[in-house]
């Protein structure tokens, strides 16, 4: 009894240590986050240009600030202007863009009497050709490993931006051609759980290298990995978009044009 009651005391007295503690931060002010794209389906032909807006949140909200209320357009070098139609909370689309090769398409965000801006070229892809299953990956052996593989064409210097999405989890990754130019090259998709019947979804998208430092940046910093002396640190990541009304009003995000390659795949 004596015991039970000594516990009882240990008990309480640790738990009359807990204590919850607000933590009060320094809140700046919002910024527009632009998140763009033309994408180009080289397997079948098919386009689209999205563009997400959204604004910046106090570190501890959840939800998601989306901006409804903005005018967005493309215009390509010959002066052809297509106005981007909000379709949904945030998301803003023009169906069959179909951007031509080694022509400027530029970005206009007007919003809050500010213009957002950004001006890419299409950046071309090679197919990706087919899908490696090793059964016995990963740190135990038992894990379910894909590689998608696809070929570098030579002498051409290239940067890709590769994504494999499923129910299980998603991968993203960036690839520069300097070491393997002209050879096969696969990306790599390893995630826990998968199981056999699970589809995964290869995207190949066609990269520069500006937009491939911008996500490497990001990738660097979202890793479970990204700790230590000699690794990235978390800053601000400046993309190719510009505030031309007030440049120290600088949104984030990037505005991409990309032939992409689609290649779904089951796992066995």
């Known amino acids: 009894m004596k015991k039970f009651l000594i516990g009882i005391i240990c008990f309480g007295m640790f738990a009359s ?6 933590v009060d ?12 794209e033309i994408t180009k389906n080289i397997q079948n032909g098919s386009s689209v240009a999205r563009v997400k807006l959204s604004t910046t949140i106090p570190f501890f909200d959840n939800e998601i600030n989306t901006v409804n209320d903005a005018t967005v357009t493309i215009t390509d070098e010959n002066g052809t ?17 179909n951007p031509q090769p080694n022509t400027d398409y530029t970005l206009e965000v007007v919003y809050n009497d500010e213009v957002y801006s950004a001006t890419e070229q299409l950046q071309t892809v090679v197919p990706l050709e087919f899908v490696e299953q090793q059964n016995d990956g990963g740190f135990d052996g038992e894990s379910i490993e894909l ?24 991968v993203y990754d960036v690839f520069d051609d300097e070491f393997f130019d002209g050879n096969p090259i696969f990306g790599f998709y390893v995630v826990d759980d998968l199981e056999t019947g699970d589809e995964v979804t290869f995207y190949l998208h066609g990269a520069n290298e500006q937009f491939y430092n911008f996500m490497f940046i990001l990738l660097q910093q ?3 990995s990204s700790s230590g002396p000699f690794e990235t ?35 066995q």
């Open 17 to 22: 240590c807990e204590e919850v503690v607000d």
């Open 222 to 224: 979202g890793s479970d």
């Open 147 to 170: 590689k998608a593989f696809f070929t570098d064409p030579a002498n051409i210097e290239n940067y890709y931006f590769f994504e494999g999405l499923s129910q299980r989890g998603d």
């Open 81 to 97: 202007v297509y106005t981007i139609e909000n379709t949904s909370e945030g998301l803003y689309e023009y169906q069959d863009f």
């Open 233 to 267: 640190q978390p800053a601000t990541v400046r993309g190719n978009l510009v505030n031309e009304t007030n440049p120290d009003n600088f949104p984030l995000g990037y505005f991409r044009i990309s032939e992409t390659s689609i290649l779904n795949y089951t796992v």
């Open 25 to 36: 931060l320094n809140e700046g002010k919002p910024k527009l986050v632009i998140d763009a």
